[in-house]
């Protein structure tokens, strides 16, 4: 039965471990659940925030309004000719939907191991990592529209993806809440190893001829090496975007940098590795106060203890800046700000 609950701590809902209360909260099991949840009075007098794994939100005060926790669980798959769809719930944690594939050999969402969220976030964010983006495997989601509490079934078309964007975040903003995603996936694996760093981890493992679940586990070592684990010291992950800019500014950039971090994207552009550049400027392990950069990650931002999230906020301010100043390039926050 639906609960909606009064001014509690969403500490225990955001991977910053930030201690701000919501006025009110609800937590969602199902799509009958919130057709009731938005058939009642609440829902058209206060503001509405929704959350999966609260891993890419950074909290600077209190929310006055109704915080939706998505939690609709569930797994299922079912052929189509030589693709293999996977329907997951938007509650479903997005590292137990990877094992579960690459657990039944299907390939194509490996390199997206251990990357921190809810299945329902990975489209509105369009997740990526080490030369994959979802967009590549995903065949729709479905929908719950606000306006109407009807459920629409979104194709790749009408998702509008583009790096780290979707029309989620764009003009339907707001407007729906995803349910439901479905992926297409394959069982014989095309391994995608165009990340150097896999390529060479696999090596270290002595591995030819690596399978889905030897790329996963390489990923997964990878980003443990690197990125502090939430449960243990409070963060969203990567922080900033990497930057793509023109192929003009990348060559005055380089004239002066030659050791430039880079990476060609399919519009003919150049994205920079916002880690480097962050790491380049001093920033990498840097403490200030309560919070700081990652010891292994400047790309990641921390909470070393009781930081709030506008004193996370501000010394990511500085970085942005600091970058701005030494590069000519903005960085823009992946991490959604409230």
Not at 34 to 42: A, I, R, V
Not at 108 to 122: D, H, M, Q, R
Not at 172 to 201: H, P, R
Request: a negative charge.
């Amino acid at each position: 039965m639906l609960q909606i609950q009064k001014n509690i701590s969403l500490k225990p809902y955001n991977t910053f471990g930030i201690d701000v209360k919501a006025a009110f909260f609800a937590e969602i099991f199902s799509e009958a659940d919130l057709k009731t949840l938005f058939e009642s009075d609440l829902t058209k007098t206060q503001s509405i925030l929704i959350i999966g794994g609260g891993s890419n939100v950074l909290f600077t005060k209190n929310y006055d309004g109704l915080v939706i926790k998505m939690s609709i669980m569930g797994i299922e798959s079912f052929v189509d000719s030589d693709i293999v769809k996977v329907r997951a719930g938007a509650g479903v944690v997005w590292n137990d939907f990877v094992n579960y594939c690459v657990e039944h050999n299907l390939a194509g969402v490996e390199n997206l191991s251990l990357i921190p969220g809810t299945v329902g976030a990975s489209p509105v964010q369009n997740i990526g990592a080490y030369g994959v983006e979802l967009a590549t495997i995903f065949e729709s989601c479905t929908a719950f529209e606000i306006k109407t509490g009807e459920i629409k079934t979104f194709a790749y078309a009408d998702c509008h993806f583009g790096y780290r964007e979707s029309i989620f975040k764009g003009e339907l903003k707001g407007k729906y809440i995803i349910t439901s995603v479905t992926f297409n996936l394959k069982t014989e694996s095309k391994i995608n190893t165009s990340y150097g760093v896999i390529e060479a981890e696999l090596q270290k493992r002595g591995i030819e001829n690596p399978g889905i679940a030897d790329v996963s586990a390489a990923v997964s070592h990878i980003r443990v090496s690197k990125l502090p684990d939430p449960s243990t010291i409070g963060n969203a992950g990567s922080f900033f975007k990497n930057p793509v800019i023109e192929k003009y500014e990348f060559a005055d950039i380089v004239a002066k940098y030659p050791d430039l971090v880079h990476y060609p994207t399919t519009d003919d552009k150049i994205k920079l590795a916002a880690g480097w550049l962050i790491e380049q400027c001093g920033w990498k392990g840097k403490i200030h106060g309560q919070t700081g950069t990652w010891k292994n990650q400047a790309l990641v931002l921390v909470n070393h203890g009781n930081a709030s999230g506008k004193e996370i906020y501000n010394f990511s301010e500085q970085i942005i800046d600091s970058v701005k100043s030494t590069f000519g390039v903005t960085l823009e926050r992946e991490v959604n700000i409230l």
